[in-house]
């Protein structure tokens, strides 16, 4: 059911049905994404991740969301089906050739389509053991904020609450961890396709924008860097990184609002 429309943009609502229908997809993201993280172990080259990830793809007869993706921020076709930013990267990581090292903060992002409809989802993750005891704990932080804040953000996903409640909820704990926010790129409706309308940023007013009604489904996706909020495109034309080095995290998860609360689709 279309709720909001203006020019090409619009906003769907999801029957009950239709959520129950989503459900496989959200399992598969899920189930892809755990095995990606089992299996990123130093020596790990990121393109065994990717291939991974392609395999589970056809066994499963699912559709990749990001091979053919080619949206106007994107220089070419990705080309890849797993996303995997690496320390200094923390968003739309196309995977290269390289070998995983002890102690890489490794953030993966995946998005597929079962029976039509899509999930999305993503989690970090240090790869094998950090030596650096501080650089250990820095990363731990980082990943456990996008990890809190997802949480808040999804117990703010309720019927009635705005979106700006999400984003507020979400920029409290970046902010209270000590991060800048950046709100170029965020959460956003999920349905048919990877990316559609409302846009949910990180960080936002509460008590603003689109109402939450139920059969809104969204993915919800915060992202932090250590100690900047600027990124710039790495010259792959995809990757991006922060603009001084520091390293990023990323969580996200795919979730319906209903009237009995949000379900997580992608839960693992
Ligand atoms: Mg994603």
């Not at 990717?50 to 220089?75: V, W």
């Not at 029976?115 to 240090?126: E, K, N, P, Q, R």
């Not at 990180?202 to 990124?231: C, D, K, Q, S, Y």
């Not at 009237?259 to 997580?264: A, E, K, R, S």
Request: aromatic residues 6%; hydrophobic residues 40%; contains cysteine.
């Amino acid at each position: 059911m279309i709720w909001w429309k203006r020019e090409s943009k619009m906003i769907e609502l999801r029957t009950p049905k239709e959520i129950e229908q989503m459900r496989p997809a959200g399992r598969f993201v899920a189930d892809v994404l755990m095995a990606c993280r089992e299996a990123a172990k130093p020596g790990v080259n990121l393109l065994e991740l990717d291939a991974l990830a392609h395999k589970m793809i056809k066994d499963a007869g699912a559709t990749s969301c990001y091979i053919d993706y080619h949206p106007s921020f994107g220089a070419m076709p990705f080309g890849k089906v797993i996303c995997t930013s690496v320390n200094d990267a923390v968003l739309h990581g196309l995977p290269f050739d390289y070998v995983l090292k002890p102690g890489d903060l490794l953030s993966v992002d995946f998005a597929a389509a079962v029976d039509g409809w899509v999930s999305d989802s993503a989690l970090s993750v240090i790869v094998g053991e950090q030596p650096d005891a501080a650089r250990r704990a820095a990363d731990q932080k980082l990943i456990r904020t996008t990890e809190e804040a997802l949480e808040v953000g999804i117990k703010a996903a309720v019927v009635g609450n705005k979106i700006g409640d999400i984003s507020a909820a979400i920029a409290t704990i970046g902010h209270a961890a000590g991060y800048a926010i950046n709100t170029d790129f965020g959460g956003h409706g999920v349905g048919r396709t990877m990316h559609g309308e409302p846009h949910v940023p990180n960080n936002g007013r509460p008590g603003r924008g689109f109402t939450l009604r139920p059969g809104l489904v969204l993915a919800i996706e915060p992202w932090f860097l250590e100690t900047t909020a600027e990124i710039y495109t790495d010259d792959d034309g995809w990757t991006l990184r922060s603009q001084d080095g520091s390293r990023g995290a990323h969580s996200e998860h795919t979730i319906a609002i209903t009237t009995d609360g949000p379900i997580i689709l992608t839960a693992r």
